[in-house]
């Protein structure tokens, strides 16, 4: 299991000023947007599904997920739900 904690706190080290743990239920989606700071995702349980720049992957439990400001990205959650770490940099 991810301790997110640690996560939190390697975050913050990276420059990460806001950092707070998220759950959605399974199938919620964001289309797409952009966002006017850098942003990072840390899926601690379940899925999230994303696109950048036309290019999906999906993201599983530890894994991270980087998305430069202004840069067109959409996720949906998978079908379990997830619970998830997002953090910015202003």
């Given amino acids: 299991m991810t301790n ?3 996560l939190k706190s390697k975050l913050t080290q990276e420059n990460f000023t806001e950092v707070w743990l ?8 964001y289309d797409d947007h952009t966002h006017p ?3 990072v995702y ?6 999230l599904v994303t696109n950048t720049g036309g290019k999906e992957a ?3 439990p530890g894994q991270r997920w980087d998305v430069p400001k202004n840069m067109p990205h ?3 959650i998978g ?8 953090g910015v940099k202003m």
Avoid: F, K, N, Q
């Fill in 79 to 86: 079908p379990e739900g997830c619970t998830y770490l997002t």
């Fill in 22 to 29: 998220r759950t959605e239920p399974a199938g919620y989606a």
């Fill in 42 to 47: 840390i899926v601690i349980t379940g899925e």
């Fill in 37 to 39: 700071v850098d942003t």
């Fill in 58 to 60: 999906t993201i599983g």
């Fill in 4 to 6: 997110v904690d640690e």
């Fill in 74 to 76: 959409s996720s949906h």
